[in-house]
Nanobody, 116 residues
Framework: QVQLVESGGGLVQPGGSLRLSCAASGFTFSWYVMDWYRQPPGKERELVAGISSTGSSTNYSDSVKGRFTISRDNRKNTVFLQMNSLQPEDTAVYYC?????????WGIGTLVTVSS
């Protein structure tokens, strides 16, 4: 019954910002690493950012480092991705992920389109 629901995507101009949210349920959220992935059109899914269970450590792909910030609110069972200085290359479906009991769970994704 793991459920991940992304929201916050949309159309944004280059240089703009979006804040994505992922609401999680069906597991003890505060015990797990959470990740954001993205899949650009015609390309494979790639890891964007990850955050430890407590939020004490984060990691980012080189392509988004300095522009994106991952965070979480364990009281609300929600992980966020703040995306600034968006570029057309950031256009993708963004997914949140948790590896729970050895299985990767995904939301249905939220589409981010960066275009003028």
């Amino acid at each position: 019954q793991v459920q991940l629901v992304e929201s916050g995507g949309g159309l944004v101009q280059p240089g703009g910002s979006l804040r994505l949210s992922c609401a999680a349920s069906g597991f003890t959220f505060s015990w797990y690493v959470m990740d954001w992935y993205r899949q650009p059109p015609g390309k494979e899914r790639e890891l964007v950012a990850g955050i430890s269970s407590t939020g004490s450590s984060t990691n980012y792909s080189d392509s988004v480092k300095g522009r994106f910030t991952i965070s979480r609110d364990n009281r609300k069972n929600t992980v966020f991705l703040q995306m600034n200085s968006l570029q057309p290359e950031d256009t993708a479906v963004y997914y949140c992920n948790v590896r729970y009991r050895g299985i990767d769970y995904w939301g249905i994704g939220t589409l981010v389109t960066v275009s003028s």
